[in-house]
């Protein structure tokens, strides 16, 4: 999984005047956090909770917007709904990927019925879908329902073929 390959594309490298940018998944606030300190469990600077909780998050389409544009993590979101059976089926092994690749990626969750302006904005035309986003722009996607080994490979896959390893 992680190491100490870079986890950004398209933006300059953090360092000790440049640390990452990460979002937190409860308040949504943006959070300077460095290289080094994200497998220390990082706390939120302004609501104190985890940054990372080995959960995907779910979120909005005003809260998946500032996600992918403000954090310099990639980020995996999976598009679903309640009534899809393959999304409910693939929901726990979603969930045992975030374990197996948080801190080095964050995972999220987009409810397509609730947020139906971004799907159609995506182009998401079934479910469930994981799209992957690096620096702010969409680098994959995938449809169909995955077990969490297929996640996890095919995550570390496109994240090799964009420099950013997870």
């Given at each position: 999984m992680g190491g100490g390959a870079p986890i950004w594309l398209g933006m300059e490298?953090?360092?000790p005047m440049n640390p990452l940018h990460v979002v937190c998944p409860h308040c949504h606030t943006t959070n300077r956090v460095?290289?080094?300190?994200?497998?220390?469990?990082?706390?939120?600077?302004?609501?104190?909770?985890?940054?990372?909780?080995?959960?995907?998050v779910n979120?909005?389409?005003?809260?998946?917007?500032?996600?992918?544009?403000?954090s310099q993590l990639p980020v995996l979101v999976d598009f679903w709904a309640p009534w899809c059976g393959p999304c409910r089926m693939m929901a726990p092994a979603f969930e045992q990927a975030a374990r197996q690749?948080?801190?080095r990626v964050q995972l999220v969750k987009v409810n397509t019925d609730e947020a139906q302006g971004?799907?159609?904005?995506?182009?998401?035309?079934?479910?469930?879908?994981?799209?992957?986003?690096?620096?702010?722009?969409?680098?994959?996607?995938?449809?169909?329902?995955?077990?969490?080994?297929d996640i996890v490979r095919w995550t570390q896959g496109q994240l090799?073929?964009?420099?950013a390893p997870a």
């Open positions: 490298a953090p360092s460095q290289a080094a300190d994200l497998g220390k469990g990082p706390d939120c600077g302004s609501c104190h909770q985890p940054l990372f909780s080995g959960e995907p979120l909005s389409a005003t809260e998946f917007e500032r996600h992918v544009g403000r690749l948080e801190p971004l799907g159609a904005q995506l182009n998401i035309r079934s479910i469930p879908t994981l799209a992957l986003f690096v620096g702010g722009r969409e680098v994959a996607r995938q449809a169909g329902a995955m077990g969490a080994a090799s073929r964009t420099s």
